[in-house]
């Protein structure tokens, strides 16, 4: 302790003896700088005073003429003569006034400069200190740095920890850590956290997808027992039979898509093709579709502007096919289903689907886009689908930067408003689109 107290004050003395070598030749360099203006100014006065008596006496300034200084013992009485007496190009003027107000000015920059070179003497010290304080202290701290040595037992414990460490236990954290570990051991904790969080991801969704297959395979198994016993005869059996296993086979052909894709994007292999498109074309041809393979819906496609984005057509499209799916499952039969794309005040791009359907409450609308969450209004109904398609959606648009805004009152419909950064400014006009007075309501 007394060897670092020592050194420390070793090391002051040697930063302050620095700082007074660095303030000396400061100071010498000032007063060289001084002097060197001062000659320079009294150069420049007197070519400009010679000149100017020059151009006064004579109309012309003439370097050739001889001149020499008439000097009495007051220093107000002197006299510069210049040229030959007797000659047009001669002439005496009285300088002595004009030499005693330079000195009295001289005098008071002499002072200023004084005072000047004073000041950094007694205070330029303290300010070079304070200036190299932080290199004083980035020396000190690399100093700690290399004399820093570790106990070997530290490492050798901090390593049996981590390999003790369970990721799937929900208490398996790095505690009592040497202080100078504790940097690593938050950094394991924070690791461990992201690890399990992961784990349950991964565990839940092997569990959905498990639970979500055990129902059409059980399905199947059925009607296949059920021809082995006695359907083969009943043709009536049999039709319902290969109806039933054609409709779950197809069902379970969708959810292993899905679950592929979200797989393939979970792990980053998922390619997209992104070019500048038209948002306002790909809402428009999900419209035309929609009005084709849904008879049961009136579609209704609006616009307010031009919306360009940078994107994958085809991905933005399967989101607006999802949406509007969704739509069309929880909408009565003959209601009106609006599709709009155009460009916000902010200069961002959006698409919405807007339906007048059995709406979402509170929790439905927070765990809308959860893998699997299906509402318990819908759990039990005949409308289908996996609870995968808003994931599959979700994960699209934030591909692509966007966000989603959902506004849904029971009873009343759901708006789902997709928002894009523009791939270009648009300047068009918004347009000014028809609702109802449902649509107000949302």
């Not at 200190?129 to 290399?146: C, G, H, N």
């Not at 039933?244 to 898509?257: F, P, T, Y």
């Not at 068009?428 to 028809?434: F, I, W």
Request: with cysteine; aromatic share 8%.
């Amino acid at each position: 302790m007394k060897e670092n107290q020592k050194e420390q004050q070793n090391e002051t003395v040697r930063v302050g003896s620095i700082a007074r070598r660095i303030n000396w030749n400061t100071a010498i360099s000032l007063f060289g700088t001084f002097l060197s203006i001062d000659v320079m100014l009294c150069v420049i006065l007197g070519a400009a005073a010679l000149y100017c008596l020059d151009v006064q006496y004579l109309g012309d300034f003439h370097i050739e003429l001889p001149r020499k200084f008439l000097h009495t013992k007051p220093i107000r009485e002197l006299v510069l003569q210049c040229g030959e007496p007797g000659t047009q190009e001669f002439y005496t003027v009285l300088i002595g006034p004009w030499l005693s107000a330079l000195r009295y000015a001289a005098a008071a920059l002499g002072i200023v400069e004084l005072l000047m070179i004073v000041h950094q003497l007694l205070w330029g010290t303290r300010k070079i200190r304070y200036y190299l304080r932080p290199i004083r202290q980035m020396a000190e701290r690399t100093r700690q740095l290399s004399e820093f040595a570790m106990d070997e037992s530290h490492y050798q414990n901090l390593e049996e920890a981590i390999s003790d460490l369970h990721i799937e236990r929900s208490d398996a954290r790095l505690t009592g850590s040497h202080k100078e570990l504790q940097g690593i051991e938050r950094a394991v904790n924070d690791l461990l956290e992201r690890m399990r969080q992961s784990y349950r991801q991964q565990t839940q969704f092997v569990s959905d997808a498990s639970h979500e297959l055990r129902t059409p395979i059980a399905v199947i198994q059925g009607y296949v027992n059920m021809l082995d016993r006695w359907g083969k005869e009943d043709e009536a059996i049999l039709e319902e039979a290969i109806e039933a296993i054609k409709n779950e086979s197809e069902h379970m052909q969708h959810l292993v898509e899905q679950l592929l894709f979200l797989a393939r994007g979970d792990s980053n292999r998922q390619k997209m093709e992104k070019k500048e498109m038209s948002l306002n074309s790909v809402l428009h041809e999900v419209y035309e579709e929609s009005l084709m393979i849904d008879e049961h819906h009136r579609y209704c496609y609006e616009e307010s502007g031009e919306a360009v984005i940078y994107g994958d057509h085809d991905m933005i499209k399967q989101s607006a096919r999802i949406l509007v799916d969704n739509a069309a499952k929880y909408t009565k039969e003959g209601e009106e289903i609006i599709l709009r794309a155009g460009t916000m005040e902010n200069g961002k791009v959006f698409y919405s689907i807007q339906d007048y359907g059995i709406g979402m409450s509170e929790p439905d609308i927070e765990h809308a886009f959860d893998r699997f969450y299906r509402a318990d209004a819908v759990r039990n109904s005949k409308t289908g689908g996996t609870g995968l398609g808003l994931s599959i959606a979700k994960w699209i648009v934030e591909q692509h930067g966007g966000y989603y805004d959902v506004v849904s009152r029971q009873e009343l419909g759901t708006r789902f408003t997709v928002i894009f950064p523009a791939a270009v400014d648009s300047d068009a006009d918004p347009c000014a689109s028809v609702g109802s007075s449902k649509e107000a309501m949302i």
